[in-house]
């Protein structure tokens, strides 16, 4: 089972920025491709955006100009930039290999976009 611990979370108002942080157990992090995940109340848990191994990445049309999703090899960290952040941004979100392995999930960190 892998340890994920996101951080960043908070209340901005809409058109901040906040940067989230994953850390995690090097043994997963140098080998697989990693993923955000975010979850608002009621729906289901969806993918934000992905980077594979050698850098390249993917976002989910409705953050795609707005995230960017990024790796520290060294440091083992996941990090999302969220800029332009609107109120549906609100959510927990969640860093997980990607595809998620359902023993990953940690905590997750929540976002509130509010004014």
């Known amino acids: 089972q892998g340890r994920l611990v996101e951080s960043g979370g908070g209340l901005v108002q809409p058109g901040g920025s906040l940067r989230l942080s994953c850390a995690t157990s090097g043994s997963i992090f140098r080998i697989l491709a990693m993923g955000w995940y975010r979850q608002a109340p009621g729906n289901q848990r969806e993918l934000v955006a992905r980077i594979s191994v050698d850098g390249s990445t993917n976002y989910a049309d409705s953050v795609k100009g707005r995230f960017t999703i990024s790796r520290d090899n060294a440091k083992n960290t996941l990090f999302l930039q969220m800029n332009s952040l609107k109120p549906e941004d609100t959510s927990v979100y969640y860093c997980?290999?990607?595809?998620?392995?359902?023993?990953?999930w940690g905590q997750g960190t929540q976002v509130t976009v509010s004014s």
């Open positions: 997980n290999v990607f595809p998620f392995r359902a023993g990953y």
